[in-house]
């Protein structure tokens, strides 16, 4: 059973910046594709940003030029840096590896934009 584990969330002004991190129980080469989700209070999960094993990368448009998600596959590790944060960008975000048709969760960790 794959796992996921986020950790990096917490409580920032606007402006701020957080890193979340996901570490994966098995070799991230494995996934064709990773990427962070999020979920805000009373809204639907959407897709942050999501990232190919070729490198690929793609954002939703209401965090291009803020958000940047990479890879370190040494460390089994998919991060998601966030930039000049706003209190929209405020959900749970959830970390997601896909596999020969298998979509795998996180168990998401706290984003609070507030001041």
């Known amino acids: 059973q794959v796992r996921l584990v986020e950790s990096g969330g917490g409580l920032v002004q606007p402006g701020g910046s957080l890193r979340l991190s996901c570490v994966t129980s098995e070799s991230i080469f494995g996934f064709s594709s990773m990427g962070w989700y999020r979920r805000a209070p009373g809204k639907q999960r959407e897709l942050v940003a999501a990232i190919s094993s070729a490198y690929r990368t793609n954002y939703v448009d209401s965090v291009k030029g803020r958000f940047t998600i990479s890879r370190d596959n040494a460390k089994n590790t998919v991060y998601l840096q966030m930039n000049s944060l706003k209190p929209e960008d405020t959900a749970i975000y959830y970390c997601?590896?896909?596999?020969?048709?298998?979509?795998?969760w996180g168990q998401g960790t706290q984003v609070t934009v507030s001041s």
């Open positions: 997601n590896a896909f596999q020969a048709g298998y979509s795998y």
